[in-house]
């Protein structure tokens, strides 16, 4: 049996307003590359960041727990205007924050 991939904890948050902007720039240019920018990307990295905040700012610091709660939250969101859905958002906000720590997301490492 193949062992269990360790969680992954952020630093606690010092400025979660700060990494919230951070992620929604990087999130809308993720957005915005990956197919066609549109209006409606900066919606989603807006509302994306709005949840990451205050998730951060309740003191959540495993990175599983934060990409669930965007998946949850962001089903309330109209993607039909969208390439995307909340899944595709909760992934690249992964991927975004396992890339600004350093941390190579190939292969479960």
């Known amino acids: ?28 240019n993720w957005l915005n590359q990956e197919f066609i920018p549109e209006q409606v990307n900066h919606t ?24 669930i709660a965007i998946v949850t939250e962001m089903q309330a969101f109209d993607f039909s205007q969208s ?5 595709a958002v909760a992934n690249a906000v992964s991927d975004l ?4 720590l350093g941390i190579d997301r190939c292969c479960g490492q």
């Open 1 to 28: 049996m193949a062992d269990p991939i360790p969680p992954i904890t952020l630093p606690p948050a010092q400025n979660p307003q700060q990494e919230g902007e951070w992620l929604r720039r990087a999130l809308l």
């Open 44 to 67: 989603i990295a807006d509302r994306a960041a709005q949840i990451f905040v205050r998730q951060r700012m309740e003191g959540e610091n495993d990175l599983g727990s934060l990409v």
């Open 83 to 87: 390439f995307y859905s909340e899944f």
């Open 97 to 100: 924050l396992l890339d600004s």
